[in-house]
């Protein structure tokens, strides 16, 4: 998907994007911050910032650093600014293609990419970004949501997208953990490659209150497809009724996979 494309959806999403999947997001962005080994005095740089998510959670550490956030949203970088109207830390926030920023080569200390890389046109061009920023002895890290429709619940509802001639979002939700460390390993830029690449996979249960709560997560990341409106409502028709989806008390319940690829950014030709 083109990121214009992204970014008029995450537009759209608004608020309902951190506030339908609040506990998920916070999750990834907490393992996120802690595989970047953060110093107080650190520059961080957010790759696809979206509300500020990451960077909240790093605030504490840079208690004497800065932040730069990078997203192509006008509306989450809105809501990313007014996060931090009141905090000790005060990020500068910049609309921009997170693959290609204006910003100086080797001019942070570490860069987040939380939840973004699969929707990147081309991911390999995001991680170069990162591995450009960053200086020597730095880190890389990113969060993916190993398994974006959740068990059993997505399953069906793939399924009845299958059915019914819905082609599937165009962004790439199944990330493949071995595909994410091909590219790590082929992000070299200007002297600079990571290594010491790392993926670790974390698994939770999170749960949304009702069918409507978890559709609106869907719609809020952009995993359902625009202009299917009709078809959708209609599917959604049929899988509030489905036992495989709903629970009994009403809830849709999701055990959720997270990869976490985590990197240091060194010198010298990949050893690929």
């Known amino acids: 998907m083109r990121h214009e494309?992204?970014?008029?959806s995450f537009n759209r999403s608004g608020a309902a994007y951190e506030?339908?999947?609040?506990?998920?997001?916070?999750?990834?962005?907490s393992e996120l911050v802690q595989r970047l080994h953060l110093q107080e005095d650190d520059d961080l740089v957010d790759l696809g910032c979206g509300p500020g998510v990451v960077m909240a959670h790093a605030a504490e550490a840079l208690s004497r650093g800065s932040a730069i956030g990078v997203d192509l949203s006008r509306v989450q970088l809105e809501l990313a600014r007014e996060r931090f109207r009141l905090s000790a830390l005060r990020p500068r926030f910049i609309?921009?293609?997170?693959?290609?920023?204006?910003?100086?080569s080797r001019s942070a200390s570490a860069a987040s990419l939380g939840l973004v890389l699969p929707y990147a046109e081309r991911p390999l061009l995001l991680l170069k970004e990162a591995t450009r920023l960053v200086r020597l002895g730095g880190r890389v890290a990113a969060t993916v949501i190993g398994s974006p429709f959740f068990g059993s619940a997505g399953t069906t509802l793939l399924g009845q997208m299958e059915r019914r001639?819905?082609?599937?979002?165009?962004?790439?939700l199944q990330?493949?953990?071995r595909e994410a460390v091909r590219l790590a390993l082929l992000s070299e830029i200007e002297d600079l490659r990571l290594d010491e690449v790392e993926i670790e996979e974390l698994e939770r249960e999170f749960w949304w209150d009702d069918f409507d709560a978890w559709w609106g997560m869907l719609e809020g990341f952009g995993f359902l497809p625009s202009g299917r409106e009709r078809i959708l409502a209609s599917i959604a028709g049929e899988l509030r009724e489905d036992d495989r989806v709903v629970d009994p008390d009403g809830q849709v319940r999701c055990p959720v996979k997270i990869w976490l690829l985590s990197a240091t950014v060194c010198e010298?030709?990949?050893w690929l």
Do not use: H, K, M
């Not at 609309?95 to 100086?104: F, V």
């Not at 001639?165 to 790439?172: Q, S, T």
């Open 175 to 177: 990330f493949d953990p």
């Open 5 to 8: 494309d992204i970014a008029e």
């Open 165 to 172: 001639g819905v082609v599937r979002p165009e962004i790439e």
């Open 95 to 104: 609309q921009e293609d997170a693959c290609a920023t204006s910003l100086r």
């Open 19 to 29: 506030s339908s999947a609040r506990e998920l997001i916070n999750f990834a962005a």
């Open 268 to 270: 010298g030709d990949p």
